[in-house]
């Protein structure tokens, strides 16, 4: 009999997590993924396997408040089988997944089917049953070491090379059963990503407000199961995140009459609104906060007609957040979702050389995980997903910088004491890099991760360079189309400082709108023109002897524009912007426009900080 290293993979993570329009439904697939990699990892503790990772403490406690998630790879040794039975193990884990999701998914059939909803029954089956991807292999530990690699070493490389060989097996199913009486001709794709067909009724209906089916929208079999689990007062809506700052303007009083009104929105007959208690700052005000956002109400308005007791509700919203409009204005339409990884990580990995090794790797990482949900709402926000080092938080715009600042202190102290003991070269050293969407609440939420991801991208920056990931990678999208972004190492204090300057001097209006723009447009002119950098820095100085502040006539004071120009001329220093931006002009203008933002709390003052365009 032989000792095995089992490694199972499941996924996909895109379909699980990514696919989504609304915020329920992104935090639904990470906490539904999360769950089946719990079934899994339960199959093989019964199975008496002793687990790597995930860590058998953490499969066996499930706190959504305090534990992070589990992430999709699972790594066990056992000992005393042959063969046959690590197969026969492997294929049990597997379907302990599989009954997971099949659980998930008669729930939420029951609660469909309770609302009169007829879905497509044959796809709903096939979809369902070919959700899930879950990859195995497996690798005898040998009696003795090869090439200076200890027995388990050993193992563990012929265990992910054969893992890699099967993810790139790949078995393609059917697409229908033959038998199927519904085959998908003719039937719309889901609105999540496009992948399969809707198992919504041919004949569209009214659908109970509680799915949050917008018109024309259609759903998959997963899209309809992340609708019924998202449904849940421990998740907190990006719209929520968003009216923050406008939130925190409203005195105790009035927001204590605007819950009034919102909690109507919540009960059985209406159903229009739900009620949170996952972020920070939800004490102030427990709802996702959607209907705040004028265009928000609108749409809810015109989809709730022949709903009387909907109908009523809105009105009496209404009636409450006209007035704090007019005083207050609208609340700012923007909202963050952050997704941070482990730079580095599959190196640093690689350091261990035994399952002990391993798992104190394994316990590092949770460990940081473990941490984040209390972080996220520490700065007002709401983690959807941490497996480990790679994370989904939603945050309001002015906690950003800081919370990210925040995370990456976290991952450097947890990983601390094992980085020490393992790591034998500086390029195996793990670093934390973290990407920050700044978009637009109408946006689907889908969309939004693709664009945080891509900001996590920027945020790792050259790979392979020293300066590789450590660093928060910030991408606005403004509505209208443009992108703004600004990539900020962790190790950079004063960027950190300035970047905290420029957010506090908009929120005192000490800094008018338009003077980002007019940096930029200095700097671009005087490169099409070929004027010297001695020229632009000129015109610079004289912009900011021009500069008013906010909302007046009076100049801002002379040591705010000593600073701007001083954060200008280490910018054009800087070794790895000096090549494409030898005045710091471009790299300041895009730290005041994020800065103008990131202050916002208002759609006044973001109109503002758009139209200064």
């Given at each position: 009999m032989n000792s095995w290293l089992l490694e199972i993979s499941l996924g996909p993570v895109q379909g699980f997590i990514a696919a989504a329009r609304r915020s329920r439904d992104l935090w639904a697939g990470s906490y539904i993924l999360s769950e089946l990699v719990r079934a899994a990892a339960a199959k093989m503790i019964d199975q008496r396997a002793e687990l790597i990772y995930p860590l058998a403490s953490r499969v066996q406690r499930e706190n959504p408040q305090q534990d992070s998630n589990l992430s999709n790879i699972l790594l066990a040794r056992i000992d005393g089988v042959d063969e046959e039975a690590i197969r026969a193990i492997a294929s049990a884990v597997k379907q302990a997944a599989r009954d997971r999701l099949a659980s998930f998914a008669d729930t939420a059939m029951l609660d469909w089917q309770g609302a009169g909803v007829a879905l497509r029954n044959d796809l709903w089956k096939s979809q369902v049953a070919d959700a899930i991807e879950a990859y195995a292999a497996w690798a005898a530990i040998p009696a003795a070491g090869e090439g200076g690699r200890p027995p388990y070493r050993v193992a563990y490389d012929h265990l992910k090379q054969a893992l890699a060989a099967r993810k790139n097996t790949r078995d393609f199913a059917p697409m229908f059963a033959t038998d199927a009486a519904d085959k998908g001709a003719g039937v719309p794709k889901c609105s999540f990503d496009g992948l399969r067909e809707s198992v919504l009724p041919r004949d569209r209906q009214p659908f109970p407000a509680r799915f949050g089916l917008s018109r024309g929208e259609q759903l998959d079999a997963l899209g309809c199961i992340k609708r019924v689990v998202g449904r849940t007062e421990r998740f907190t809506a990006l719209s929520r995140f968003a009216a923050d700052g406008w939130l925190k303007k409203l005195d105790a009083e009035k927001r204590r009459e605007l819950a009034g009104a919102y909690e109507r929105l919540v009960s059985d007959d209406v159903t229009l609104a739900t009620r949170s208690s996952g972020s920070g700052g939800a004490g102030i005000f427990p709802y996702d906060g959607g209907l705040l956002f004028s265009e928000r109400y609108d749409i809810a308005a015109r989809d709730c007609q022949g709903n009387a007791a909907a109908i009523t509700a809105l009105a009496d919203l209404g009636k409450v957040l006209r007035p704090l409009w007019k005083r207050y204005g609208r609340p700012c339409p923007y909202g963050v979702l952050l997704i941070a990884d482990g730079d580095r990580m599959g190196r640093f990995v690689d350091q261990s050389q035994s399952a002990a090794d391993h798992q104190r790797v394994s316990d590092a990482v949770a460990a940081f995980a473990d941490r984040v949900p209390q972080l996220a709402r520490d700065f007002g926000g709401q983690c959807v997903f941490a497996g480990g080092e790679d994370l989904t938080v939603f945050l309001p715009l002015a906690a950003l910088v800081d919370s990210a600042f925040a995370l990456h202190e976290a991952f450097t102290t947890a990983m601390a004491a094992v980085v020490a003991d393992l790591v034998k070269a500086e390029d195996a050293r793990p670093t934390l890099r973290v990407g920050a969407a700044i978009c637009h609440v109408l946006e689907p939420l889908g969309v939004i991760r693709q664009r945080a991801a891509a900001a996590e991208k920027f945020a790792k920056g050259e790979a392979g360079s020293p300066a590789q990931g450590n660093a928060l990678g910030l991408k606005l999208h403004i509505r209208s189309g443009h992108e703004i972004g600004l990539r900020l190492r962790f190790d950079d204090l004063a960027g950190r400082a300035a970047l905290a300057a420029w957010q506090a001097a908009y929120t005192q209006r000490h800094l008018p709108?338009?003077?980002?723009?007019?940096?930029?447009?200095?700097?671009?002119?005087?490169?099409?023109?070929?004027?010297?950098?001695?020229?632009?820095?000129?015109?610079?100085?004289?912009?900011?002897?021009?500069?008013?502040?906010?909302?007046?006539?009076?100049?801002?004071?002379?040591?705010?524009?000593?600073?701007?120009?001083?954060?200008?001329?280490?910018?054009?220093?800087?070794?790895?912007?000096?090549?494409?931006?030898?005045?710091?002009?471009?790299?300041?203008?895009?730290?005041?426009?994020?800065?103008?933002?990131?202050?916002?709390?208002?759609?006044?003052?973001?109109?503002?900080?758009?139209?200064?365009?």
């Open positions: 709108g338009r003077l980002a723009y007019d940096t930029r447009a200095i700097a671009l002119h005087c490169r099409a023109t070929g004027a010297s950098s001695g020229v632009a820095e000129g015109e610079f100085r004289r912009l900011l002897d021009r500069a008013r502040r906010g909302g007046g006539a009076e100049k801002i004071n002379q040591a705010l524009r000593e600073e701007l120009d001083k954060r200008r001329a280490t910018l054009a220093g800087d070794a790895f912007s000096s090549a494409t931006d030898a005045t710091g002009l471009l790299r300041l203008a895009d730290e005041l426009i994020l800065a103008r933002w990131l202050s916002a709390a208002t759609e006044d003052e973001v109109s503002a900080a758009e139209g200064a365009q």
